[in-house]
């Protein structure tokens, strides 16, 4: 029991190290590109000895990638949960995917700095870690995909729309809409911006039932 406690004390201990790296990180490259970036910068704002970042990933490159798993990964965790627990409460699939919208405008406005990054890198073709961020961004968009195959399956959605294209469309808007709201409109509050997007999703813009 003691060496299993120890251990496991190692690993949240761990674990926290690397989230404060991944803070640091995130915020620099978003302040100033990942070339400006240095691993001497990444742990000092960490509050950490340089030899930490390199204990914990062997390069910058490294920890950029595992930094973007960790991200998308938080945010495709906070999709599903969204989704489940709209299934739980006996809501529709548009009730699923109202609910994924608003959680992932509560995900970008906690970490509006790894949304500006993670933005930035889908345009980039020459990065290393590319082939990592185009699984990373599927598993994303693959949560809003088994909402709308499960809406056409029952009959809720139109077995004409392009799942995927349609999928990631929505994945697209929220990302869009809450950068433009945080860079250009940060007066609105996110159920401002949660009800304009659920009138998109609903069909409702143009005033129509």
Known sequence: ME??????????RREA???????AAVT?????????????????????AKGTVYYNFASKSVLFEELLRHGVGLLTASLREAAERTAREGGTKVDALDAMVRAGLVFIDRYPAF?????AELWRTNRAWQSTLMVVRQQAVA???DVLRAGVAGGEFSDEIDVPLTAAALVGMVLV??????????????DDVHAALSRLLQGRVSGRP
Request: charged share 20%.
């Open 3 to 12: 060496s299993s406690s120890a251990a496991s004390g190692g690993s949240t």
């Open 17 to 23: 190290t690397r989230q404060k790296l991944y803070e």
């Open 28 to 48: 620099l490259i978003a302040e100033q590109g990942f070339s400006a970036t240095t691993v001497d910068e990444i742990a000092e704002r960490a509050g950490v």
């Open 115 to 119: 949304t500006q990054l993670y933005v």
């Open 143 to 145: 949560v809003v995909e």
């Open 177 to 190: 809409a809450a950068l433009d709201w945080k860079s250009f409109q940060p007066e609105r509050s996110l």
